[in-house]
C-alpha cells in the first residue's frame, strides 16, 4: 500500500507513523507538506498526531483549512483512504470528513497512559485482521479527546456501524460520550481515532496489540 503522510506546523509523531507504515507495509510513505496544494497517488493519506498550529482557536481548525485539505477532501469523496491518529482525527472533524468533535478532557488535564480499547467493527481498511469485541492495549497522549455529537449523529453512528472503537474496562480517559475512541465516515474509508496505535506495535513499545491494524492496511490494499 502506497501512503502519504500529511505535515503541518506543529504535528510532532510523523516519524513514529513513518515507521510504522514503513515497517508493515515495506514502503516509506511520501511526506506532504500542509501548504502544497494535491496529494500524489497514493492508496491512503495519514494525517498524524501532535499539536497542529499550538491547538490554536480550537484543535485542528486552523490545519482542516489548509490547502492540502482541499484535495484531502476531493479524493475521499473519490473513495481514498484516509486515517487521522490524535490531532488527526480532530484535523478530520474540524474539516468536515467525519461528524462530532473533540472537545477537552473530562478532567480538563492532559493524559499520557496505556488504555484498553475494543474493537466494534473489524470490517474495515484499520481492523480487518481483528475481531469484533477484540480488546487491545494503547497508549493515548492528549488534553482534547473528549467525543461528542448530537444524539441523532450519535444513532446514525451506531446504527451504521461507525464506531470503530471505544475505550473498554473502565479506560475512558477523557469522557467522550460511549466510551468513542474511533469513528469513520458513512462510506468507511475515512477512520479518525484518538488513541496512538502506531506506538503499540513492536516490543520496545511493551506490547504488539496494535500491529494486526496496521497488518490490516495491507490486506485492504
Known amino acids: 500500500m502506497k501512503s502519504a503522510i500529511i505535515l503541518?506546523?506543529?504535528?510532532?509523531?510523523?516519524?513514529?507513523?513513518?515507521?510504522a507504515l514503513t515497517t508493515i507495509t515495506g514502503i516509506a510513505p511520501i511526506l506532504v507538506w500542509h501548504g502544497d496544494s494535491e496529494l500524489p497517488k497514493v492508496d491512503l493519506a495519514v494525517i498524524p498526531g501532535g499539536f497542529s498550529y499550538g491547538d490554536y482557536l480550537r484543535c485542528?481548525?486552523?490545519?482542516?483549512?489548509?490547502p492540502i485539505m482541499k484535495d484531502v477532501h476531493a479524493k475521499a469523496a473519490r473513495g481514498l483512504k484516509v486515517l487521522g491518529v490524535c490531532n488527526g482525527f480532530q484535523i478530520l472533524t474540524e474539516a468536515g470528513l467525519l461528524p462530532g468533535a473533540l472537545l477537552r478532557n473530562s478532567e480538563l488535564r492532559f493524559v499520557c497512559r496505556e488504555v484498553k480499547l475494543i474493537v466494534e467493527n473489524a470490517e474495515t481498511f484499520f481492523?480487518?485482521?481483528?475481531?469484533?469485541?477484540q480488546v487491545l492495549r494503547c497508549p493515548v497522549a492528549h488534553g482534547e479527546g473528549n467525543y461528542i455529537a448530537d444524539a441523532e449523529t450519535i444513532s446514525r453512528l451506531e446504527d451504521g456501524n461507525r464506531i470503530v472503537f471505544r475505550y473498554a474496562h473502565d479506560t475512558n480517559p477523557n469522557g467522550a460520550i460511549g466510551d468513542i475512541a474511533g469513528v469513520m465516515n458513512e462510506a468507511g474509508n475515512v477512520i479518525g481515532l484518538m488513541p496512538h496505535p502506531e506506538n503499540m506495535i513492536e516490543p520496545l513499545h511493551g506490547a504488539t496489540d496494535c500491529l494486526p491494524l496496521f497488518e490490516s492496511l495491507k490486506v485492504a490494499a
Open 8 to 19: 503541518f506546523p506543529g504535528i510532532n509523531r510523523e516519524r513514529d507513523m513513518q515507521r
Open 127 to 133: 481492523t480487518n485482521r481483528l475481531a469484533k469485541g
Open 60 to 66: 485542528g481548525a486552523i490545519a482542516a483549512r489548509s
